[in-house]
Nanobody
Framework: QVQLQESGPGLVKPSQTLSLTCTVS??????????WSWIRQPPGKGLEWMGA???????HYSPSLKSRTSISRDTSKNHFTLQLSSVTPEDTAVYYC????????????WGQGTQVTVSS
């Protein structure tokens, strides 16, 4: 059973960089043909895919967020990290990590989500 757990600060100030980590257990993030994504849901809005890192280490980003988003991984800790720069209150959302077989494919495992609020 694969489990994903998001962690990071719940409050970030405007213009700062939001940094979240997704720790994976029950499976390796380097196992072939999986994509590990970050997805967010602002209050009252739908889910927004932000980007993903593949088992190969290649990264893929939403065009609308690409200039502010970076996803990396630490294979020794079996976790991957999201960094979102220059945040504004519009970046307030519940942030999820999830696994899929491809970009745009359905997700078979999700983290529980973590609330991040951008406020001074």
């Amino acid at each position: 059973q694969v489990q994903l757990q998001e962690s990071g600060p719940g409050l970030v100030k405007p213009s700062q960089t939001l940094s979240l980590t997704c720790t994976v257990s029950g499976g390796s993030i380097t196992t072939n043909s999986y994509y590990w994504s970050w997805i967010r849901q602002p209050p009252g809005k739908g889910l927004e895919w932000m980007g993903a890192i593949a088992s190969s280490g290649s990264t893929h980003y939403s065009p609308s967020l690409k200039s502010r988003t970076s996803i990396s991984r630490d294979t020794s800790k079996n976790h991957f990290t999201l960094q979102l720069s220059s945040v504004t209150p519009e970046d307030t959302a519940v942030y999820y990590c999830a696994r899929s077989r491809g970009v745009g494919d359905s997700y078979d495992y999700w983290g529980q989500g973590t609330q991040v609020t951008v406020s001074s």
